[in-house]
């Protein structure tokens, strides 16, 4: 595939996102021949920094986040050579004019992508000063990153604020997990495979666990997560991608609207919670002080940033279920944390028991066949089957097919934001949300929000380093279920 030539300005270029994803995921593209010598990348900041005074710091944030193995000298060097920092207050209209300036040297047919790795509070104002500053061409893209908005209100404020500028085939909203090659191989199995779609349904899957846990806590970003939590944070956006994904219908093609009309089917078919389910069906916790890995970690109150007394959840645990016929009865369990015992993220299908058992089941056996999805740390599908155990007799134990993606694969798998920034540069939105699948997300979570909010019951205090509060899973219990881990 030719190198692309475009012009791409990264607003929010001193931040964390920038430092530890976006910087590293361009420059390996640009190591891979994708980027052209001659596009242009503009990095923006509130920053006075000089040019030089930026490469300094893109080279040591490389340093920091890129494989060792990946870094050669001559291509960093050139990356490097390719920023062009030009400070901008996304705030101040006046501070646009020299970027216009900067893109109008070359010519307006040049795909042209504004990426905001900002507050989505400045959302509005850049946009609107980019169109002021006459930056914004027919061609021209923005992406915006995550979390959008805090509720629907404020989340359909910032659409209707970008939707002024940028038409919805323009506007690419950024979930970095549905780039994730695992993700994709997720459509690959349920699509690309005869064997699987036929159990896909109400009537083989006992239920669904979706698993996203962190050992970090707020890791310096309080006053951000403070003000944000779990569900904001992690439900609204990755867990119910994850959950469309392994829910929708066959799409009827690959095609952008094709995919996103499938996943906002499954959104608009979760069944919404009452307020005596809010009490039932979801768990929130907040993890207290503990070890992770050996070491000793601070409770969430003690972390820098975060409100004496704070009720902010670091942990969530939910009940969904999907009002359609594929799915109708099958409980999909939710689950996300931070200070967790393993980092994972995870999709465990669990089938039912056969129909009519005439072997004998070993004593430890409790599990169904299961289908187990990792999408990190190792990306990879284990498949739970029984077998007979050696011996005389015909009694079953459970053993387990293990298929590790990059070692089948035999190449380089890429990190999820290298594949979503050449699909923005490239012009493919199927990976991106769409504006109604997002308002449906917010629609679904609000009773949530509100449930715990009118409760005024703290979270449930969970040790760092374990898997959550009990009560979580208890949720699970209650029908006669366990987590993975515990299974």
């Not at 101040?92 to 504004?114: C, G, I, W």
């Not at 050449?422 to 997002?438: A, K």
Request: glycine share 8%; aromatic share 8%.
């Amino acid at each position: 595939m030719p190198a692309h030539v475009f012009d791409l300005v990264l607003f929010g270029a001193t931040g964390d996102l920038a430092g530890r994803k976006l910087l590293p995921a361009l420059y390996m593209r640009f190591r891979d021949g994708d980027i052209a010598a001659d596009a242009r990348l503009f990095v923006t900041a509130r920053q006075p920094l000089s040019p030089d005074d930026f490469r300094g710091l893109a080279r040591q944030r490389l340093l920091e986040n890129v494989d060792p193995a990946a870094l050669d000298g001559p291509a960093c060097e050139a990356f490097l050579r390719l920023l062009e920092y030009v400070p901008v207050d996304g705030g101040d209209s006046a501070s646009f004019k020299q970027l216009a300036a900067r893109l109008a040297e070359k010519p307006a047919n040049r795909t042209r992508v504004f990426f905001l790795a900002t507050t989505p509070k400045l959302f509005a104002g850049i946009c609107h000063n980019l169109a002021a500053a006459g930056a914004v061409t027919p061609g021209s893209r923005v992406v915006l990153e995550k979390p959008l908005g805090s509720d629907l209100a404020s989340s359909h404020a910032i659409s209707e604020a970008v939707a002024q500028i940028f038409s919805e085939d323009r506007i690419y909203r950024i979930d970095h997990y549905l780039g994730k090659e695992s993700v994709q191989n997720l459509l690959a199995l349920r699509f690309g495979n005869s064997m699987f779609e036929p159990l896909w349904s109400r009537g083989w899957v006992h239920d669904v666990q979706i698993t996203i846990a962190e050992e970090v806590g707020a890791e310096g970003r309080g006053d951000f997560y403070d003000q944000t939590g779990a569900l904001r944070d992690m439900v609204q956006s990755h867990v119910l991608q994850l959950l469309c994904i392994v829910a929708m219908e066959p799409p009827t093609s690959i095609d952008p609207d094709a995919v996103r009309d499938a996943k906002l089917q499954v959104l608009r078919a979760l069944k919404p919670y009452s307020e005596a389910e809010v009490r039932s069906k979801t768990v929130r916790g907040q993890y207290r002080s503990g070890a992770i890995g050996g070491q000793p970690v601070p409770g969430y109150l003690e972390e820098p940033g975060i409100r004496p007394g704070s009720h902010t959840e670091t942990f969530v645990a939910l009940k969904a279920e999907i009002a359609n016929w594929r799915w109708a009865g099958v409980p999909f369990y939710l689950r996300t944390g931070k200070r967790l015992q393993d980092r994972l993220a995870e999709i465990v299908i669990n089938f039912r028991n056969v129909p009519h058992a005439i072997l004998e089941a070993s004593d430890s056996l409790e599990a169904n066949n299961q289908l187990v999805i990792r999408l990190q740390p190792d990306d990879g599908l284990t498949l739970q089957i029984q077998a007979k155990t050696p011996g005389d007799g015909m009694k079953l134990q459970s053993i387990s097919l293990d298929l590790l993606f990059k070692d089948s694969l035999k190449a380089r798998m890429l990190d999820a934001y290298e594949r979503l920034l050449m699909d923005v540069i490239r012009g493919r939105l199927t990976l991106f949300m769409r504006r109604d699948e997002l308002e449906a997300a917010w629609k679904w979570i609000e009773p949530i929000m509100h449930g715990w909010a009118d409760s005024n019951e703290p979270p449930k205090p969970y040790t760092a380093g374990t898997w959550g509060p009990a009560a979580s899973s208890a949720l699970v219990g209650r029908d006669g279920s366990l987590w993975h881990e515990e299974g």
